[in-house]
């Protein structure tokens, strides 16, 4: 069993390409996990997909055919040639894996280094894989590890203390393109994670919020729980809104475009416009007095905080480092035990046989059948003290996996013996709240 990430990210693909590439629904998230788990190759799967990052995470027999699969899929939902996706696409694997998620859920391998809502969208990417089928105890184990890895890095480091997310990013940019907002009428789309933070980092600004959602009540509630005066709006609202304030903030998890160069009326002052949306809510357009960024113009803030927060970022690294050790220490561990239960299961089996053998062909007496079998048992154990010894000293070496693999081999041990005896801490929750 290996671990595959197949990863496009803002690291290596532009936003045009993410945009055909999102997942944000449901119904086609699904599609790619249905055909992803047809695959012989592919055991287990969960689909991240945010404004950033499209993540495929794999538990695979074979990761360059799982690998290869993936790209094949993604280019059939995507529309993208697979030529254009090889040579896009990093690929990871076991280790390389491993690492790789960790950073991610710790914020490492954000756009805003150190940003803390990827942990919640990592979570919310394994219910849904975990509630739908899509993995189950080979991810889990990862997640298990992932979480925790997240939780150590934002507690033995600041690199999450006045944490920047792309909407804070996106309102500091803001606050420097009109010098103050303090008073500034600004327009909110969507009520979701990513408007709920740019609306309550805009209030801290001093700004006044208008919150447009899809639903009034939802929407309602959404700004009650937002500390300071917001003002509630639906999608219907949203054409005069834009029209008569002066800063907009759009992040929904629309298909396509809601704001279009028809809806867009001249006004006598400046606008700036965020679109914080993977696929786009505001098609491209020119309009006098009108500036509008979308996710990857955050990156000149987003390297600024990057300089701040690089000694931290090592410090952070150096945990995640820590955990992969750790993980792979522990399912190696996880691993040997059940072998060498097997082994001499299987020892003891064979042993049974060739006495039951010689009961019936009359070599032995019934009587001494006890003591024979006592001798035997007794006989493999010692056989195998050594043996087992060693395994054990050696569930932390390097050589590890090279040696439990040729045991596998050499007793015909299938490669999941044992190991489904693991439940993590997520998952137990995930199967209470079910």
Not at 155 to 183: C, E, F, R, W
Request: glycine fraction near 6%; include cysteine.
């Amino acid at each position: 069993m290996h671990y595959v990430v197949v990863s496009f990210s803002h690291k290596n693909t532009d936003l045009a390409t993410r945009e055909r590439l999102a997942l944000s629904d449901e119904l086609k998230r699904e599609g790619v996990a249905c055909h992803l788990l047809g695959s012989e190759a592919i055991n287990e799967t969960i689909i991240l997909s945010t404004c950033n990052r499209v993540e495929i995470i794999l538990s695979a027999k074979e990761p360059f055919h799982a690998s290869q699969r993936v790209l094949e899929i993604l280019s059939e939902s995507s529309g993208i040639s697979l030529d254009e996706l090889e040579g896009r696409a990093d690929i990871y694997e076991d280790n390389g894996a491993i690492h790789h998620i960790f950073s991610v859920a710790s914020g490492l391998d954000s756009l805003v280094v150190g940003e803390t809502q990827i942990s919640g969208q990592l979570k919310d990417a394994y219910k849904e894989a975990f509630e739908k089928g899509w993995c189950a105890q080979k991810l889990g184990r990862v997640m298990h590890f992932a979480f925790k890895c997240s939780k150590e890095v934002r507690s033995s480091t600041a690199i999450s203390q006045n944490p920047v997310s792309v909407a804070s990013a996106a309102v500091n940019m803001a606050k420097q393109k009109l010098g103050d907002l303090q008073g500034v009428e600004a327009v909110v789309v969507g009520a979701g994670e990513m408007g709920t933070l740019a609306a309550k980092h805009l209030i801290t600004h001093g700004a006044r919020v208008a919150l447009v959602g899809r639903d009034r009540l939802k929407t309602q509630e959404v700004a009650r729980q937002i500390e300071g005066e917001v003002e509630v709006y639906v999608m219907e609202d949203l054409e005069a809104l834009i029209n008569t304030h002066t800063l907009l903030f759009s992040a929904t998890a629309a298909p396509h475009a809601i704001i279009t160069r028809s809806m867009v009326r001249p006004i006598d002052r400046p606008r700036v416009w965020f679109d914080m949306a993977i696929p786009r809510d505001i098609e491209e357009m020119t309009v006098p007095g009108l500036s509008l960024y979308a996710v990857d113009d955050l990156k000149e803030i987003v390297e600024k905080n990057m300089a701040l927060r690089e000694e931290q970022a090592r410090i952070a690294y150096k945990i995640v480092g820590r955990y992969v050790q750790e993980f792979f220490r522990w399912l190696q561990t996880l691993e040997i035990d059940p072998i060498i239960k097997e082994i001499r299961e299987r020892a003891k089996e064979a042993a049974l046989e060739e006495l039951q053998k010689a009961l019936k062909k009359g070599y032995i007496d019934p009587k001494s059948q006890k003591s024979i079998e006592k001798l035997l048992h007794n006989a493999f154990n010692r056989f195998l003290h050594t043996p087992t010894k060693r395994l054990k000293s050696i569930a932390d070496e390097p050589s590890a996996d090279t040696i439990v693999e040729s045991i596998k081999y050499f007793f015909d041990i299938e490669d999941d013996v044992g190991l489904n005896r693991y439940k993590c801490e997520y998952y137990m929750n995930l199967r209470s709240e079910s």
